[in-house]
């Protein structure tokens, strides 16, 4: 008979007779363990208790076996934790203060700064612990506030728990930090930060319960690997709602508004997309094949959608711009997200070339047809392209594409078109509901700080010196 118990496995050959009436078994008997070369074998005769006995021993050791820390797996999502962080910390701050007008380069950067205090803070306190408590369908519990029971040695998987808390909220800070580009160079810092903190509690928390803490999405098998839905849907349909309730900035759209600081936004853009290793890599929570072919084909789509955004403006203005292939970077970065654990690089060569295409004419769109003030153009780039990838991981996880092909569809999903309805579900499930709770906590935040923007003269003379009495270039 063979019997598995746990991860040993017994093989036991029996013949036997009886002697004196009492029943005696003897047989040869294989012992074997997971992840051992090697087995214990030999011949044995026994009484019948001494073989339930033996049997009692082996399943109780197998169930007291506990969830051994991986050392490996370890050391990847703590290096991986420091890349998404910096991801916003210089990365993110960078960029977009490179974007704004010189005279509101330091609110930018001062808004990302208090957005990651903030965060973390919500995130220790009650954030974590509505996210991923068991809770329901729907949201968590308060099982998890302020960390309660996770001790130095508790692990979530084989990693230990404080690190999966810290690197989920490396997520959670970037989230709100870009949403910050559909409301720049207007908003007042007060309302900014109550703002963020409570789009943080209410849209941000219960979508990652949803995909990625046990609820309903994740429940229907949806792909999202590191955050078409739960980041950059959620952050695009923000900055959307939040350009359309406060309005454009004064001079919009007849007035340019071009970039003070192109070399910080090149030099935020790349440390974007090297934390995006981390972003999309350490979504794996190994270090093993999963995470490499996730960084493999981030890095393609990045390159893709740069050289397609960069070859569309060549070809419709004349020029390629550094503006233009940074952008297009972003685009293929963003959409590549929900994607990166279940397609190959074919299919990511595809995704990112329709990012670069898609994302651009959404960004020309939205500012030149539809004449919506998106500062930074947060909704055409992260919000459109993140819904095109959780869209296309149903379409590239298929087996079937050849070159093209991915890594299979989600248990129990056996079809192209039942990935790809899942998919769309997550898509409009995700879109819907950040779009009506921003709105309403808009509504709520202009009723409590006596308004959402600064006014007519503090605009025009700008948010650096009108919110924090300093400029970003005070040069003797």
Not at 162 to 178: D, G
Not at 401 to 427: C, H, K, N, R, T
């Amino acid at each position: 008979m063979k019997l598995l118990q746990g991860f040993r496995t017994i093989t036991f050959t029996p013949f036997g007779n009886y002697s004196a009436g009492v029943p005696e078994y003897a047989g040869f008997f294989l012992l074997s363990f997971p992840g051992y070369p090697y087995s214990i074998g030999g011949c044995m005769k026994i009484w019948p208790f001494f073989l339930v006995g033996l049997l009692m021993f082996v399943t109780g050791a197998a169930g007291a076996e506990e969830a051994v820390l991986d050392t490996g797996n370890t050391a990847w999502i703590l290096t991986s934790t420091a890349l998404v962080l910096f991801m916003t910390l210089p990365g993110l701050a960078l960029f977009y203060g490179g974007l704004v007008r010189s005279k509101n380069v330091l609110s930018v950067l001062m808004q990302c700064f208090a957005i990651a205090g903030v965060a973390s803070i919500l995130w220790l306190l009650v954030g974590y612990s509505l996210a991923f408590g068991e809770g329901n369908a729907w949201i968590g519990d308060f099982s998890k506030v302020l960390m309660a029971g996770v001790g130095r040695d508790t692990l979530s998987g084989d990693i230990p728990e404080s690190l999966f808390m810290l690197f989920q909220m490396t997520f959670a800070i970037i989230t709100p930090a870009l949403v910050v580009g559909g409301f720049a160079e207007r908003m007042k810092f007060s309302s900014m930060l109550l703002f963020s903190a409570l789009w943080l509690l209410l849209v941000y928390v219960p979508v990652t319960h949803w995909v990625w803490g046990g609820g309903w999405l994740g429940a229907m098998g949806l792909y999202d690997f590191a955050g078409g839905t739960v980041v950059h849907i959620t952050a695009g349909a923000a900055a959307l709602v939040t350009a359309l309730v406060m309005g454009p900035r004064r001079g919009f759209p007849s007035t340019p508004f071009t970039p003070h600081n192109m070399t910080m936004t090149v030099t935020g853009a790349g440390m974007l997309w090297v934390g995006w290793f981390g972003f999309n890599g350490g979504s794996a929570l190994a270090s093993n094949g999963n995470a490499a072919m996730a960084m493999l084909v981030t890095h393609i789509s990045a390159a893709t959608g740069a050289m397609t955004w960069m070859f569309i403006e060549w070809k419709k203005f004349g020029k390629p711009s550094a503006l233009g292939v940074v952008t297009g970077m972003v685009a293929g970065l963003g959409t590549i997200t929900p994607a990166s654990g279940f397609v190959g690089p074919g299919g990511a060569l595809i995704i990112g070339l329709l990012a670069g295409g898609i994302c651009f004419t959404a960004t020309m769109t939205l500012k030149q047809v539809l004449k919506i003030d998106d500062s930074l153009d947060v909704f055409p780039v992260h919000g459109v392209g993140g819904m095109l990838g959780t869209l296309l991981a149903g379409v590239f996880s298929a087996t079937s594409l050849g070159v093209f092909s991915g890594f299979g569809f989600a248990d129990g999903i056996d079809s192209m078109g039942g990935q790809v309805w899942v998919q769309f579900v997550g898509v409009v499930a995700t879109l819907v509901f950040t779009l009506v709770l921003t709105w309403g906590i808009l509504k709520l935040v202009a009723l409590l700080t006596g308004g959402l923007r600064v006014n007519a003269d503090q605009e025009q003379e700008g948010l650096d010196i009108v919110l924090h009495e300093e400029r970003g270039y005070d040069i003797h």
